[in-house]
């Protein structure tokens, strides 16, 4: 297909959906590592599709890609559309790469009909499955790239992630002096297309949707509740310091308080995704003296988690004098919420609503590199895609339908 | 020591107690095999204690011995003294053997003092720790042993308890075909004396107690809740299926329930002492799909138990369907309670008055041999002696001084 080929953006869509899916297809689902020869391979694949699309492709100090229009390529100032090319090991196809896609057919399909200037930047290494955390690939171009980051080990070969950067060829020195990779100068927005990693869309049967801003959250990998181990039928519940009924208390109460918090408007979701009495000691007729679990609680408002924290403390002393019990809760690890926006948002809601979709709004759960954006005080806007079975497993399933009708709200924001 | 040396308990306790630690040292404190050769040699070195003592000292078809005093020996009726002489693996030393020992000193004691004829009876094979389940000596005694009980295997060599038995010269072909080992006819009563397992006498600062009965109760292995996995941040609390927080839910609502039946007067102790997520599949930032939790349920009432049983059913289903989660329970597995006889509960009460002791009764959480002879229709009664740290431990610590003072209130009741 040649640049003056008719625009067909299905087709385009899945003919780099299919090659890529080829290129980094796993036992189960994709594998794309970040920072990888394959991810390497992947960007090549896509730069030279852009080009062979008529879109000039640069490589930037991330060793990203970057595309625009050719009539832009000397713009000073642009609005970048971003999105990431790795996955996380067995994952699925669209996460990340829609964003690209999307990007794609923006461009090549805006032939004079952008209002102003669009960049779009395919980024490396946003998944934390690879190196323990995310957004490695963005943080680098903000300059926020921590030294924890940087000797990170590989999933798999255990290489600090400083070596495998300097495998790529990228200022390592730069990254660890915090000395941001991008001049942040004349991006005027930052805007990314991403598929919903929960299953509001399909509940709520509408194809995509516009972000309002990118859930914060604390978590503890592993607090652990001590009580008194015991024999199960001997021990009086006068006389119990049970760490399990302690846990099943502080669990019932978040969520009480979870539910009052959805009533009065706020936004929050709270998981124990981790929970378990020691093996080695555990037995069906004793008393636990012990139990671990973690808890991941996000929310869009930062009053909100820095609230649940509080309460949370106060929970855990009120049930420790009333049980007897003791809680130790290890590190808690915070990231701040990111809200997009206003205006963009706002944008967005009207060009969904001029595509003839009711115009939907919602918060993002999962991070996003658009969130290291918008902390660097880029304003920063997102659109979902409807999509079953949640992210990062092989069996996400995007329609292709809800992508385009997702992608064209991005065009007709940046056509306006 | 001879038979006509003054009779000194303390000494002759701790003699046994001593020499029993010595022959059965583990690791950790004691290991006393069900139906090993060192459970015959400790049986074989009280056997020898006992004559050098002036007891009449017989062994029965279950291999077990039977002490009385020579008056008694061809005695038509007696109230039987028993307790086993097996041990958890590195459990503690008192567990069982106090009840053999106390039955030594009211028998060596007892001269021209004894109300009526008394044996004592020195058991095998009562823990669960080496065939999986309990009272296999007394079920041998009574006829109630089961295929199941007889097919399992040793904790250690897995060759059945069959050919353990049969090691032994037991006539499986009986025990198999239910068939007592034991003319129950003659034994008017039973009675055990045994540590208490749990905290209530060492927290209430009295030295022994009346057990009123033995705890039944049910039991489930791992039930499992399963409900839907997820995005931790992404999936909204309308449209969860959290088996964690449904889990949690079910445990404080039966804490609850407890706390109502205690303040109504009920007997209930309720422990899930094994609980976690799968650790193939869980990770913090993931709603799981499942949770396995064990629940064991004691009360001294049948009906408590059923009533909890049904409360369980409901609560389930209640919460199932609240919460779009599934409960599966997999096999419940039932011990009834059993209920010491009124008149000797009474009767050692009054004994206990009689000693100068404020009287004081209590469940037994735990199960004896006599719930095994209760339920075999034999009236039975049990006295408990303070302990600290529990029971099936090498930390178990009963002091001399309440182990006198309980085995007292025996004799106080057969002199009678």
Redesign the interface.
Same mark, same amino acid.
């Not at 919903?196 to 509001?200: F, I, K, N, S, Y």
């Not at 993002?364 to 991070?367: A, D, K, T």
């Given at each position: 297909m040649s640049r003056h080929s008719p625009f067909d953006p299905a087709a385009l869509a899945a003919e780099i959906f299919d090659a890529v899916r080829e290129m980094s297809r796993d036992a189960e689902g994709v594998s794309r590592p970040a920072f990888s020869p394959l991810e390497t391979e992947v960007l090549d694949y896509l730069a030279a599709f852009g080009a062979r699309h008529g879109l000039v492709v640069t490589e930037d100090a991330g060793r990203n890609r970057v595309f625009c229009r050719p009539e832009h390529a000397a713009a000073e100032s642009w609005t970048l559309i971003g999105s990431h090319v790795d996955s996380v090991p067995m994952g699925g196809n669209f996460d990340g790469l829609a964003g690209v896609v999307a990007g794609l057919l923006v461009l090549i399909g805006g032939a004079d009909r952008l209002a102003r200037p669009v960049k779009l930047l395919a980024m490396r290494g946003e998944e934390s499955a690879w190196f323990g955390s995310c957004y490695l690939g963005s943080k680098m171009l903000t300059g926020t790239m921590t030294a924890t980051d940087l000797a990170a080990g590989h999933k798999g070969d255990n290489r600090p992630l400083r070596d495998h950067l300097a495998d790529l060829g990228i200022d390592t020195e730069a990254v660890a002096a915090g000395r941001p990779l991008c001049d942040l100068g004349p991006i005027r927005a930052y805007l990314e297309l991403h598929i !919903?990693?929960?299953?509001?869309l399909v !509940?709520k049967a509408i194809p995509a949707a516009v972000v309002t801003g990118i +859930?914060g959250?604390f978590?503890y990998?592993a607090i652990r509740c001590i009580g008194e181990?015991?024999? @199960? =039928?001997?021990?009086?519940?006068a006389?119990r310091h049970?760490p399990?009924?302690a846990?099943?208390?502080l669990?019932?109460r978040l969520?009480e308080t979870?539910?009052r918090i959805?009533i009065t408007g706020g936004d929050?979701?709270l998981?124990?995704?981790?929970?378990?009495?020691d093996?080695t000691r555990?037995?069906?007729?004793?008393?636990?003296d012990e139990?671990a679990? @973690?808890l991941?609680i +996000?929310s869009q408002s930062a009053q909100t988690l820095t609230e649940m924290q509080l309460y949370l403390a106060e929970e855990m002393a009120d049930i420790a004098r009333a049980r007897g019990v003791r809680f130790e809760t290890g590190p808690r690890v915070d990231s701040a919420p990111a809200m997009m926006d206003a205006e963009i948002t706002e944008g967005l809601m009207a060009a969904m609503a001029r595509r003839g979709i009711e115009p939907f709004a919602m918060a @993002?759960? =999962?991070?996003h590199d658009a969130a290291v954006f918008a902390q660097a005080g880029i304003p920063a806007g997102m659109v979902f895609v409807r999509n079953r079975n949640? @992210?990062?497993n092989p069996h996400e399933a995007m329609e292709l339908d809800d992508f385009l009708i997702a992608t064209s709200i991005l065009a007709a924001y940046l056509e306006e």
């Open positions: !919903e990693q929960g299953p509001l !509940e +859930r959250n978590r990998r181990g015991g024999h @199960s =039928g001997a021990v009086p519940r006389y049970d399990v009924l846990m099943a208390d669990l019932s969520d979870w539910r959805l929050l979701v998981t124990s995704g981790v929970i378990g009495t093996a555990h037995a069906i007729a004793r008393i636990p139990v679990f @973690s991941d +996000r @993002s759960g =999962g991070g949640g @992210s990062h």
